[in-house]
């Protein structure tokens, strides 16, 4: 289906997406285009994809589609540089953390050729980057949710469908609103609260000896304050009033259990730790199922 394919960003999630691609029968031609020269080299040594081009209308002829897999605050940028150099054939996809946001950008850069674009984010991902940290398999049996509305060309949808199942993911499909809502809360959140707790430790006058004794709690935990800063920038400052609303209903569970702790109700700490276990054990299992 896709002869040329371009990807803007070719660490971690371009990257495993070009490898994934390479895997199949009749692989596209994938050329990366990007902000950094020296990431670019690396990804084509590494063989991550066929050519760099740092033209953007050299880089769009004959594409099919084109993947923007760089950080958010990036893709109404991109957005507009692509735009002059669009035929009516290309799709553009995205792979963002956040999407109504950029659904938005879309729609305000593309006027008329907004239905070729299709908003999508692969759920999967390491806290390490760059194109090193690619893997062919990174999307295997993992979600992808794309957000087309009225204005999406069915056609689109089905080749960024087919793109994202040619690289072994589930594809479900929700509205932006709804997917931001749902990623605050599982997601972005949780990566808040693991950077705020070790930059809390971090900036402790005996942060070396509490980083000494720290174990598998505290790796399994803060495994994700290792992940991309400028990313999770962007993810926060996108999403911020669904977010906000994570965070002041997270603050009051917190406050909850001060409470309870202060008051040394061991019962009621018993019964909201047996409930949070019992939740997650029970998420687990269907993970695995």
Known sequence: MFKKIVIFGVGLIGGSVALALKKQPHSPQI?????????????LQLGLIDMVETDVSKALQGADLVLIATPVAQTPVILRAIYPHLSDATVITDAGSTKSDVMAYAKAEFGDKVGQFVGGHPIAG????????????????????LTPNAATDTDALAKVTTLWQQCGAIVSSMTAQEHDSVFAAVSHLPHLLAFALVDDLAKRNNAELL??????GFRDFTRIAGSHPEMWRDIALANKDALLRELNAYQQALSEMTSLLAQGNGDALQALFDHASRARNDWAKSKIQ
Request: no cysteine; hydrophobic share 40%; aromatic share 8%.
């Open 211 to 216: 980083f000494k004794f720290a174990a598998s």
């Open 31 to 43: 050329t990366g285009v990007g902000r950094s020269g020296q990431s670019l080299q690396e990804a």
């Open 126 to 145: 390491a806290e390490k980057s760059g194109p090193s940290a690619a893997m062919a398999d990174l999307y295997i049996g993992k979600n992808v949710i």
